[in-house]
């Protein structure tokens, strides 16, 4: 009975994770656009939106669709102004992107692909982008004003959520039951060891 749970629980075992390793092993070729990927009247929301302060720039992001997925066209809208006097930026912004792994000491998130560099149309920095594959990203826009260098990054995920957490919790509940076999294992052991010396005249 205690070896068929075991032969279970390891099946279950390397069955997660090799669905987690293929998860992770999936390299994100990323293609960017230059800008006017989708209709600038869509009334589309967008999936991303936010606003950072960084130095003496506000920076404001969005990404659309409300819904990224892959092989369909993007738009990253990023808006720079001035802290003070909330003058728009009117420099150039260089688009890049990267895998966000979700475990964080996994490598192969540090290569940045880059999208594109783009300057102000309209005072609104606009990239175009088209995602090959679904995936956790990393979106980052960088500039330089006044001889200082600027970098904003957020997250974005393109396709349906993945079911990490699903996978995460099989893992540690086949880590808790194999946990639990090996002590009474070795309760058993012992047990039998404390019979056969109490037996011994």
Known sequence: MTRTLLKTLCTTLVSVLSLLAADLAGAHHILGR??????????TPPAVQGESRIGDFIVTYMVFPAFPRPREPGRINLYVKRDRDATPFQGKVTFKMRDDPWLPYVRGGDHAATLGTQQPDDNVFRQ??????????????????????????????????????YLLALLLFALLVFAVIQ????MTGKLRSLHGDGGTP
């Open 183 to 186: 002590r009474r294992r070795s």
């Open 34 to 43: 230059p800008g006017y990927s989708l209709n600038e009247d869509s009334n």
């Open 128 to 165: 175009g982008i088209v995602f090959p594959e679904e995936g956790e990203y990393i979106i980052s826009a960088a500039f330089e004003a006044g001889g200082q260098h600027y970098n904003v990054e957020f997250p974005l995920r393109v396709g349906a959520p993945a079911p990490v957490g």
